[in-house]
């Protein structure tokens, strides 16, 4: 399995922006995962969508994004909403069952 991500940018504090992140084959049995590095930072992990759709989000980002995922599409997504300077990071996607893949990452940048 691939990862291609897509739909990061620039957008202003309190805006929007929803990340895309598709995969080259079936993703139906691997839970999914969305993770962010900012600059000198290390990787951390923000929301988690699992094989059975249930869902969980770092305490930072709980109430603002929103992870969903689509089996026929082999793709999921990550709604941010109320973004903050803070949520500035590249934003990695990941699949993991017996295997344990990375996307390329997508930059968002929150700025005014």
């Known amino acids: 399995v691939q990862l291609v991500e897509s739909g990061g940018g620039l957008v202003q504090p309190g805006g929007s922006l929803r990340l895309s992140c598709t995969a080259s084959?079936?993703?139906?049995?691997?839970?999914m995962g969305w993770f962010r590095q900012a600059p000198g930072k290390q990787r951390e992990w923000v929301a988690l969508v699992d094989n059975r759709l249930d869902t969980s989000y770092a305490d930072a980002v709980k109430g603002r994004f929103t992870v969903s995922r689509d089996n026929a599409k082999n793709t999921i997504y990550l709604q941010m909403n109320s973004l903050k300077v803070e949520d500035t990071a590249v934003y990695y996607c990941n699949a993991r069952r017996w295997y344990n893949v990375w996307g390329q990452g997508t930059q968002v940048t929150v700025s005014s």
């Open positions: 084959g079936s993703i139906l049995l691997a839970n």
